[in-house]
Structure formats: structure tokens, C-alpha cells
């Protein structure tokens, strides 16, 4: 059997600010701060350096599944998060959209997280903390799993 695997989405697979330079200055300006609340704004996002090739290398290895947080007060970003994962992600990622405010209460193995947010840091399994000194990318990332990959 397969080991479990979540990857986290908005600076993880998504590149979250790649979608800011892309909003219209008077947007930007009257949502400074809480820029993940303009509507839309997720459906703007580019993948990060590598992340569309890694997840489907992982997919291969691992039962894996996305498993990321939507802003309460941004309904669409509930949508636009699914659209990005059809989009980029295709056929590798179908039903294995999860949306939480709890991640710690999906049970598994990993979880590759740049945040210790909404319950990654009380994730039962393996916190693969992205963007850290020891996983500063995915390359990293991807040769640790790999090791890891095989049930022993
Ligand atoms: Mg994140």
C-alpha cells in the first residue's frame, strides 16, 4: 500500500503572489493586508517553479492529495481553488481536493507545508516544513519523499 501524502497549495504548488501583480493598483491598495479576500484572486495564480512536475512525479509514489485552507470571507477562492487544481494538476489530482481549516484531522503520513497554520503543526505525520533551510525547494522536497517513498 501506498504511503499518504498532502501537499498544501498557495506557495506550495501555487505561486500566491504571482496573481498580486496582476490586480488593478485601487484593488491592491484597498485590500492591502488581507490581499487573499479579493474575489478572484485565486484563479490568477501561476504554479511554482517546478510544482506541476513534482506532483504528478509524487502522485506515482504516493496516495496524495491537496489539502489546503480557503479564506473564509473570499467565498470564490472555495471555487478557484478547485479550477486551479483541474487546470494545472488534471486528471493525477481528481476528488483529492481537500479544503480545511483543520488539516491536523486528515490522517497520513506527510505533509509538504510552508506554514504551521491551521493545524499542520499538529499533523500526526511528517511536517515537510517547504521553503525551510532543509526543504528550501522542490527538488529537495521531491529526493526526500523518494526515500521515504517505500513502505518498510
Ligand atoms: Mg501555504
Redesign the pocket.
Known sequence: MKKILYI?????LVDFNSALNRLPNEMREKNEGHLDDVPGVFALMDPLDGAIESYHQLAGWFDTYILSTAPWDNHTAWSDKLLWVKRYLGASAYKRLILTHHKNLNHGDFLV???TKHGADQFAGELILFGSTRFPDWPGVVAYLHSHSIES
Open positions: 498544501d497549495m498557495d506557495n506550495v507545508d510552508d506554514r
